[in-house]
Structures are given as structure tokens and as C-alpha cells.
């Protein structure tokens, strides 16, 4: 991989397309050279579908943390998730109920990368403490619509 197919994969993600006019429009790479990374991408198992969703663990960001954040902050909690987004490699941010207040997944490359999370954790006016958790590995990962029956679903969401 080398810094054009980073571009293209961090411009797929921002869009949130793979059309080839679209990332030429955001990274200046000729259309027909898109085309081609995209397929070596594919072959690779960095790109898994035709939504162009990555595989992390190809892509070399494996490395995944769960980080609780014990907080005392001012202003509202959405505000403060805010900051907490600000850190590099953080995916999601959770307001929780009970002793934890915020849980934040990240996903990063190294052990190195993992210090320089906490550290910029703790130097977030409000952070108070953190507990991380690595990840060994991902069980199961998948989409919320199929932890469901399709029965449970139509009972749940289908209004009338």
C-alpha cells in the first residue's frame, strides 16, 4: 500500500462513495488509476464489498481498544463527546449510565499508537481517568439488523 491508495481509501470514507469520478474530483488520481487500485484493494481484502467497506485488519489497523473515561465536565455530555472525537483512531463515543460515563472504542495501528491515545486522553480538560481494554479479538462483528429474526423485527418497527 502506498500513499495514493491511502488517499483513495480516506477519501472513499469521507464521501462515502467508490465512484471513480467523485474520488478523482477529491484526490487529483487519474480516473483510470482508481480503477485499478480499487481492484487491487478488492484482490487485496482491504475493500470486502461493493459498499467499499474496509477490513481493518488488512488495512493494518487491527489494533483495537475499548477505553472507559471517567469524566467531570462542564456543559452538556454531547459537547464533551465532542472532544473525545477529537482523539485520532476514536470510532465511536458512548454516553453510559453507571460508574463509567463515556465508553470509547478506538482502532489503531500499535501498541505506540494506544499510548498516544490514553495520553491524549488525559490531557482532556474533564478526563478524570481512563480504563482500557485490548481487544484479543473480534468474536463476532456484525450489522445490528442481523441480531434479529426477521419476525422480531416486523413486531418492533413496523408501525400500526
Known sequence: MDERDVRLLKAISELETGSPERLHEATGIPVSTIHYRLSNLREEGIITNDRYEVDLEEL??????????????????????????????????????????????????????????????EQLEGVDRTDSTFVISAVEERDALQSYSLETLLEELVDG
Open 60 to 121: 493494518g489497523l487491527g489494533v483495537t481498544v475499548l477505553v472507559e473515561v471517567h469524566a467531570d465536565y462542564q456543559g452538556s455530555y454531547e459537547t464533551f463527546s465532542d472532544r473525545l472525537l477529537t482523539v485520532e483512531g476514536v470510532t465511536n463515543v458512548y454516553f453510559t449510565m453507571g460508574k463509567t460515563d463515556f465508553i470509547v472504542i478506538a482502532r489503531l495501528s500499535s501498541s505506540e499508537m494506544v499510548e498516544r491515545l490514553i495520553a491524549e486522553f
